[in-house]
């Protein structure tokens, strides 16, 4: 038998510290699933399509009801994560996310209201893009570390289509919205999977 090889205390200390601050970060803030970007991508997808087709009168109807659909679906999907990776039990992060990412969105839902009265549905493309996008930001600043960049990045094109879309004539307000709510869910989605699994 091989005699107890001692352990130092400073190697020690360090195993301890790195578990102290893994313990710190998945307790103060939140994991997003790629599998809820994706879904969420595909559900906007299938709005643009819908929009575009013989049911573009109703575009407003469709655009709110898939939003809606994709925001209860994308938070089952992060409650799920929480629940599987042990995070459910923390209850600050997901405060703190929701602090930062309804505020943006609750305004969206407003201005929606007001603009939809006042019979300027032209600017809710612009709208909706851009306070999507500052949520997005927003929220990023409370996701774990190796996805905020990720994230914020995602926001910050967001913001810049809803930037272009109050520009773009509204021909090209489906398309705009098609490749925000769709195609950058689902990139973004795939990516965020893509780190988890490397992680």
């Not at 703190?96 to 007001?114: E, I, N, W």
């Amino acid at each position: 038998m091989q005699p107890d090889i001692p352990i130092s205390i400073e190697t020690r200390a360090l195993g301890t510290l790195a578990y102290i601050k893994r313990s710190i970060e998945s307790s103060g803030y939140m994991a997003v699933p790629g599998t809820a970007g994706v879904v969420m991508g595909v559900i906007g997808i299938l709005a643009a399509i819908a929009a575009s087709t013989y049911w573009a009168p109703h575009w407003v109807a469709i655009w709110m009801l898939s939003g809606a659909i994709a925001f209860l679906i994308g938070g089952a999907l992060m409650a799920r994560e929480a629940a599987q990776s042990g995070h459910a039990r923390y209850l600050g992060p997901v405060r703190k996310f929701l602090l930062c990412l309804c505020p943006a969105l609750f305004a969206g839902t407003v201005l929606t209201g007001v603009l939809w009265r006042a019979g300027l549905t032209s600017l809710l493309p612009g709208t909706w893009l851009l306070l999507y996008g500052c949520a997005v930001l927003s929220a990023s600043t409370v996701t774990i570390a190796s996805t905020m960049r990720l994230i914020g990045i995602m926001g910050t094109l967001f913001v810049g289509l809803g930037c272009l879309a109050f520009a773009s004539p509204p021909e090209a307000h489906t398309a705009l919205l098609g490749i925000g709510f769709g195609a950058l869910h689902i990139v973004f989605g795939l990516l965020l999977g893509r780190m988890s699994d490397a992680e």
